[in-house]
């Protein structure tokens, strides 16, 4: 199932180009707070309701980020070989900053006030200075989790999204560089893990402006999915619609305003989303 959020914060199920509108049924699950908890046991009602409901055009909605408030958003480094590559023999990358594996470093935490869907715009805050696009596969967690091995992590997933992980290079912290608005993009839609299926076999592409910077696949990351939960549930409780950024492929690059970055991932589908000037 995908579910997309969308115009003043309605739910709709997508199939191909359309959605249907299926916000009544889901409407005590997101005022208790419990959406993503609730999304396996409510797939039956959502799609009973949508074979009722009005198509209506995907292109004729604005399309909000699938979570409105996450709790927190944790996010990986640098999570694949050739990143880390790239990385090292790049100074306009680094800055100095440290660089080592994600199993020494940890992972780190951005802003959720810095999150916006793709309906929205990337605001380039300091356009005088290197900002760079990174798509990253996202995962909604769907159950607390505190501890949990990565044997039974993917039980606590509600669901899968396109995640833009927009950086802003220098040699600040990177949560500081990381957390400024509208500098995570989550979109178009969730997938939910039934319809999604294995995240370590997922291609993960970006181009700007039609042309290819990013093309990889989840099977070269250096911790799993299941492993990232693992990891991060032995720091933090992840609570339901908590995301977590999987980490970013070689190819990352600048971005300049008037750029339009289209992001895809396998069995997710395709997220556009144009940068501007402050
Ligand atoms: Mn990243």
Excluded at 198 to 212: C, F, R, Y
């Amino acid at each position: 199932m995908k579910l997309c959020r969308f115009n003043d914060g309605r739910y709709g199920l997508v199939q191909g180009e359309q959605l249907w509108d299926v916000s009544p049924v889901l409407a005590p699950a997101v005022a208790s707070g419990a959406l993503f908890t609730e999304l396996v046991r409510l797939t039956p009602a959502i799609t009973d309701h949508a074979a009722r409901a009005p198509a209506q055009l995907l292109s004729a909605v604005h399309l909000l980020s699938p979570v409105p408030r996450p709790g927190k958003i944790v996010a990986a480094p640098v999570n694949y070989i050739n990143h880390l590559i790239e990385v090292k023999q790049s100074s306009e990358i680094h800055h100095g900053v440290q660089i080592e594996e994600i199993q020494r470093i940890g992972l780190f935490l951005k802003a959720p006030s810095s999150l916006i869907g793709p309906a929205d715009q990337i605001n380039l805050r300091f356009p005088d200075r290197r900002t760079d696009h990174e798509v990253e596969l996202a995962v909604v967690i769907g159950k607390r989790a505190n501890r949990v091995t990565r044997e039974k992590a993917l039980d606590h997933v509600a669901g899968y999204s396109i995640g833009l992980d927009i950086t802003l290079r220098g040699p600040e912290e990177r949560s500081f560089r990381k957390s400024i608005d509208t500098y995570t993009v989550i979109g178009p839609w969730i997938v939910t893990p039934e319809e999604f299926g294995d995240p370590g076999d997922a291609n993960l592409s970006l181009s700007v402006n039609g042309q290819p910077r990013q093309d990889a696949n989840t099977r070269d990351l250096i911790l799993s999915v299941p492993a990232l939960i693992e990891y991060a549930s032995t720091f933090y409780t992840l609570e339901p619609g908590d995301i977590l950024l999987t980490g970013t492929p070689e190819g990352v690059g600048p971005i300049a305003p008037g750029d339009m970055i289209s992001a895809a991932i396998d069995r997710i589908g395709i997220m556009n989303i144009g940068v501007a000037a402050p």
